[in-house]
């Protein structure tokens, strides 16, 4: 029996609709316009397209977008004092500082130097920690967008077995943190797990967040297990081209997962609204207006 596809593409295009009609309905109420400014640093292809994505979601749903554009050589100085004058600028409410930062720049200290208040990205440390707190918190968009697709197909996720294989600041560590929230017993695996196989095979939720393409196989999926692929890896599709595979082999997945998201079109799309989410909510959190639910 073939799996449930996830339909990320479609979720997203609903949650930025749904943010749409809420960032009118606080302009309204209120005369509040969330504002977002991205600071991109260097001329990286892939970011441009990233940040012109991002500016394009924030423009259909009536949240004010900005960029600032800075030289690959611009330095370490040069970029925090534009992030520390976006964090005074009160029409300023979500700073997103593009990633990567050119190698001379230190992306632990910008990421420092925003008002944790407008880290709609949810990296500053002060955001990580109250998230393990479980305090009120930005939290990181892939995995904020990883939970929607969860509790949309099941809404209570207690005493599920998950399993996030890959522990990065941005993706791993704070999904695990969201699936201990949500009352499931979580397993963080890595590259390096022993018997990575096997941890697959017990896990009810499957986040793959590891990085490298097709690593984990069909056969290492429990029966019916609900699985979100992270990953976004390119490879060789031959004669010159190139196509776009998760970290799981989706074609052998699919004929044992209850429910699996696909590559490109399941997870990617929720990212960037779950962006827009952030901005809303960091805007009515400044202006201390309610947040409305996403």
């Not at 970029?79 to 029409?91: F, G, I």
């Not at 208040?117 to 990580?128: E, L, M, R």
Request: aromatic letters at 2%; hydrophobic letters at 45%; glycine letters at 10%.
């Amino acid at each position: 029996m073939s799996a449930d596809i996830i339909d990320g593409k479609a979720f997203a295009e609903a949650l930025r609709a749904r943010v749409g009609a809420q960032v009118a309905a606080l302009k309204a109420a209120h005369g509040l316009t969330p504002g977002l400014t991205v600071v991109l640093v260097g001329d990286n292809p892939a970011s441009q397209v990233y940040v012109r994505n991002k500016g394009r979601a924030a423009d259909a749903a009536g949240i004010a977008s900005d960029e600032v554009r800075l030289p690959a050589g611009a330095s370490e100085a040069e970029v925090l004092a534009v992030v520390r004058r976006l964090s005074a600028d009160p029409a300023v409410h979500g700073i997103l500082v593009q990633l990567p930062l050119p190698g001379h720049v230190d992306e632990a200290k910008v990421i420092d130097a925003i008002d944790p208040a407008k880290d709609v990205d949810g990296f500053h440390v002060a955001n990580t920690g109250r998230l393990w707190l479980g305090l009120e918190a930005m939290v990181p968009c892939t995995p904020l967008g990883c939970l929607m697709l969860l509790k949309a197909r099941a809404p209570d996720l207690k005493g599920q077995r998950a399993l996030v294989v890959g522990r990065s600041n941005i993706v791993g560590k704070p999904m695990a943190n969201l699936l201990l929230r949500e009352h499931c017993t979580v397993t963080i695996a890595h590259s390096r797990t022993r018997d990575l196989a096997e941890e697959c095979r017990r896990a009810d939720i499957l986040i793959a967040a590891v990085g490298r393409p097709r690593m984990i196989q069909g056969d290492w999926i429990k029966p019916g297990a609900t699985v979100l692929d992270v990953g976004i890896n390119r490879v060789d599709a031959g004669e010159g081209k190139t196509r776009l595979v998760g970290d799981v082999d989706y074609e052998g997945a699919l004929e044992v997962a209850g429910a699996i998201t696909p590559v490109p079109g399941g997870v990617g799309p929720m990212t960037i609204a779950c962006l827009m989410a952030n901005t809303l909510a960091a805007a009515c959190r400044q202006a201390g207006v309610p947040v409305p639910s996403a």
